[in-house]
């Protein structure tokens, strides 16, 4: 049988409180056993904390049997899992070619604009971070944009400037 | 009961609806509707796919729905006013929906409920018709299921277009102790989004797809990678799959046959290239996202080792209508060698942006005309993107293809997964042959040195064509380098991403800044 996370801690020379440690050891005790189990796990990491911290690697490698290098190339394989904290919002620009059709490059400019960051960048204040994106299947009502887990369709700038208004107070949104 | 009986409201819970504001919009029909308590039942459908009508607001009198759309939030009090849910006299009124051109002038098979039910509701799914052909398929023998699938002509609507039947039969004769069906739900292309309305409007269909193809090829364990850029569909297909588990549908006894299929969710984490199936396997058994050599092919050799059914959405959810109504009633759809329909997706810069379900065969043109309309900016089209990000720029000469695979692939082009972006004449086309590199460079796995490294070269040399600098060498290294990428690529992305950009050297050359296309 392959190697499971048994629930005893692995080494960890990380200075990270035993209280960070134990939410990732939860995490794997219920995760690990699925078959193919690293994606999950990650997921979970990064649902719960935001991000997957550096930390994590060696307890995740250790648990799955796996080197950290393996670890370490999975979370940088893929786009949307993140190795440090996101701003309190994410705000995902679609970039594909539906919405570029509708306005995307523009709705772009306009967002690193307002915000006053380029794409995977947070704001000063820690409010957004804003991120690029390639197809949220709202292609019939372009462009869209994802706050966080939600979509909105056909948005113009001033749209995109009242929905950061609304979400995050006045002073967002003037470009 | 003594009082009048209660009005069903429908107003579509989709993402699409739900990017206009159609949650506002029911809360508000629910808070207006409040007075006479209980007279309004607000049931969020899934969409019909008239997306530029949403919010589609519908109201059943006597059995048939009638619609109002597009509905804002500032609209719902005139409704009220105007007695919408006894009478038709609204501006915004469209009359019966079954009757608005643009859904009566489709062939809806596979999505057949979507838009009518509520998603979450197997009572709905079971009334209209779901759950017959996985019924059928308990009595039938695997191979039985599988030469039904073959009969109807069902190939892979992900884009590959490879025959159903002859996949299954392939891991039904490949004998192992563990064999797997995996649903391909990675519909990275851009214009596409079928996919995702079947998982958030009809979630059962695929469900019951799944399980059938399970039964056939002997395979107990199912997973539907799922992207993680559609959250909602996500939530309503992990819903959808504990209901059908509370309900025998799933488990170690499937309706009864004493067969066992399970089935679980694996969200994916924003990688394009796992929407290849091979690159699907890896990322489910949780490596990093990069292509495998073929053969072995994964009906032999797929996931964990095992043999594995790689299927996209579209493909598993047409299974339940071609095992309950039968092989003949879905292949006398269609023309040529492209049988049953085509899921259509129209959008971009298009009046009227939707899902179309349709008999393979309809020229674009007039395809186009007829549901999509003029362009969202009036102005006219430029160019259409077929199949995706990998598939060819058409150009309105080009548009008397009719819509099938054959006919697509013989002028270089793609149906792919169906979508269709329309691009009105302001565009830059030079500027959409670069992002096409540009995204294969974002994308490639790395794992294939055409791709990795042809796309950002692909990107330099577009920018050096745009800029002027020896224009008709790099117009030639450009040509060259396109070769290269399609003749030495391991998958489809590099080997088709330059497509579009030849598609553009071949009919916008203006745009790539070549003043005389002889000389090219």
Redesign the interface.
Known sequence: MRSVFLGTAPVNDSQESSEENQRIFAILEREASR??????V??AIQNQLGFIPEYAVPIVAQA?NLSRA?VH??IS?????RTSPPGQRTLYICR???????GARALESHAKQSLGVSFHGTTQDGRYSLEP??????????P?V?ID??????VTPERLDELLAEESGPEYGKA | MARHSTVRVFVPGD??A???GADVVAEEITRLAAKPKGSVEVIRNGSRGL??L?PLVEVEREGERFAYGPIEPDDVPGLFAADFLNSNDHPKALGSTESIPYLAAQSRLTFCRVGITEPLSLEDYEKYGGYKGLGKAVGMAGDEVISTVTESGLRGRGGAAFPTGIKWKTVLETSAEQKYITCNAD???????A??MIMESDPFVLIEGMTIAGLAVGATQGYIYL??????AIEIMTKAIAIAYSAGYLGKNVADSSKTFHLEV???????ICGEETSMLE????????IRFRPPLPAVKGL?GAPTVVNNVITLASVPIILAKGADYYKNYGSGRSRGTLTV?????IER???VEIAFGQPLGQFLEEFGGDT?TGRPIRAV?AGG?LGAYLHPSQFKTPLDYEAFAEIGAMIGHG?L????DS?DMGE?AR?AME?CA??S?GKCTPCRIGSVRGVEVIDRIRNGENEHMNLELLRDLCDTMIEGSLCALGGMAPLPVISVLDHFSEDMGVRDPKRT
């Open positions: 078959p193919g189990p690293l994606l999950p990650l997921h799955l393996e190339g999975v394989f893929y786009h949307l899992f594909a070619e539906a919405c570029q059709s509708m994106i390639y197809c949220l299947g709202n292609c019939a009502c372009s869209s994802m887990k939600t979509v909105y369709g056909r | 993402t699409t739900r990017s206009m997306y530029w949403e519909e990275g292309d851009s214009g596409t989004f996919d995702r992207r993680a850029e559609y959250p909602l694996r969200e994916a984490a924003g990688a394009y990322s489910l058994e949780g490596k990093r996202g990069q964990f997706q129209l959008s971009g810069n942006a939707g899902l969202a993107q990000p979508g972006v329309v691009f009105d565009t959409q992002f995204f974002i994308e796995c």
